[in-house]
């Protein structure tokens, strides 16, 4: 048995191919590998012996030659093939090992110049691996090492890669190589090279993803689906929670509780969001889980029936309890305590979900998590492709146009329900009060109507509106949506501003006697 070894990161080479000499495989390696291996002890067969031609053109050449491809790409079951390599003098080749160039790492870094991205462009690496993949019945190709030690056990055990790994390790090298490739073209595709800049919208836009689980249906149950993650997922993202218990996790599940992390985990403070349908139907934050729990849930308990919630700090055995008591069908926190886990064993069916969260940003107000760069919206046979709204409203960006001036509790809510208004779908209304939403409008067509729906269900819930803060998603286009707000119970007003008749809607809003502040930012949440 042969084994190819030609790897750029060595991490875990040299244990492996001690453990291939062990087991009496013929090494064989390229350059700087070669050296690395016999360096420490192993009798290794450089690459320019095999194919009697030397490295040359800086290592560009010198895996691209038949000896090397032919002892891949050979089929052991049909003579001619190897009536045709004892012809040419090729032996054949059992296992490729192999990892290409760091081209994502260096496209990745500041400063990363068009021929540093060239240079690190893998061109008889993948070669290989397509050769070996392509022809798995006989080579098992490595591409990761994490496969290393299950190739090795196999062999220990069995004297051969089983053909099931061997197909699996196909898979994984053919997807190593369209998820390289798609690197690639997604830089040049973006590169100026007249200025050499990049630019945000690339040529060409590769989607590179990775299925964790088919559903047992789409959003609806005569359609199917399946759920996957980014290649390289973001920190404290959705993709990387651990289901501790529960029922599996539906289509709609998913995008609720998508909805429902992202909206609870822009807040520093101890906060809950519960969501249904895609809508936050209740947040606020509170001294710990439980308070910010019980305070979420009075804003609308007949939409929290059924519905999800995330909590941004531990579960205990007091918010457990509390929350147990209503029916939710996703329940997220970055922690549980082991009597909060208890509990909600007796609601078999509650999906329990861990996230992990990173700390918080130095002096922010907002987990330090990597967010996605751009959200990407499906249409018929083509995408929209925006930047994601990451904007963060600051204090200082407040502007305010009336002559009542806000208070600085009234300040700190409408930070809050601005945060709040940009998770709600268009039209968005939010009244809020003690940092806690008291009523939510949502996904309207007309802005009045929110506003009339959130004044709705804050009845409904028995809590008053009056002396509350709103939140309005965009600019009021008349004067009738601040004063069916105000009629309502609200005293301060944020929004974006830049209607034509934003002096109308000023005017209103000092004839009223109440506060009004402009954000200059808009939040569509279509």
Known sequence: MKALISVSDKTGIVELAKALHALKVELVSTGGTAKLLADQGLPVTEVAQVTEFPEMLDGRVKTLHPKVHGGLLARRDVPEHMAALKEHGIQTIDLLIVNLYPFEATVAKPGCTLEDAIENIDIGGPAMVRSAAKNWKDVAV?????????????????????????????????????????????????????????????????????????????????????????????????????????????YNNIADADAAWECVKSFSESACVIVKHANP????????????????????????????????????ASAALQISKQFVEVLMAPSYSTEALEIFKAKANVRVLQIELPAFKAGGNAFELGRNSHDVKRVSSGLLIQTADNHELQLTDLKVVTRVQPTPTQLQDLLFAWKVAKYVKSNAIVFCANSMTMGVGAGQMSRLDSARIASIKAGHAGLSL?????????????????????????????QPGGSLRDPEVIAAADERGVAMVFSGVRHFRH
């Open 142 to 250: 490595l591409t990761d090492a994490s496969q290393y030690e299950p190739v090795i056990e196999e062999l220990k055990a069995q004297g051969k890669v089983s053909e099931k790994t061997r197909f699996a390790l196909s898979v994984a090298a053919f997807n190593r190589i369209s998820n390289y490739d798609a690197a690639i073209s997604d830089y040049l595709s973006s590169y100026n090279l007249e200025d050499g800049t990049r630019t945000e919208f690339p040529a060409q836009s590769n989607g590179r993803f990775v299925k964790l689980q088919d559903l047992r249906y789409g959003e609806n149950p005569h359609q199917t689906a399946a759920f996957y993650r980014d290649l390289f997922p973001a920190p404290g993202s959705l993709v990387t929670a651990v289901q501790l218990q529960g029922k599996e996790l539906s």
């Open 281 to 316: 139907c209740g947040v606020a934050l509170g001294a710990d889980a439980l308070e910010s729990y019980s305070k979420a849930f009075q804003t609308d308990p007949t939409s929290a029936f059924g519905g999800i919630i995330a909590l941004n700090r531990r579960v205990d």
């Open 466 to 494: 009056h002396n509350t803060v709103v939140a309005s998603d965009a600019f009021f286009p008349f004067r009738d949506g601040l004063d069916v707000v105000v009629d309502a119970g609200a005293n301060c007003i944020i």
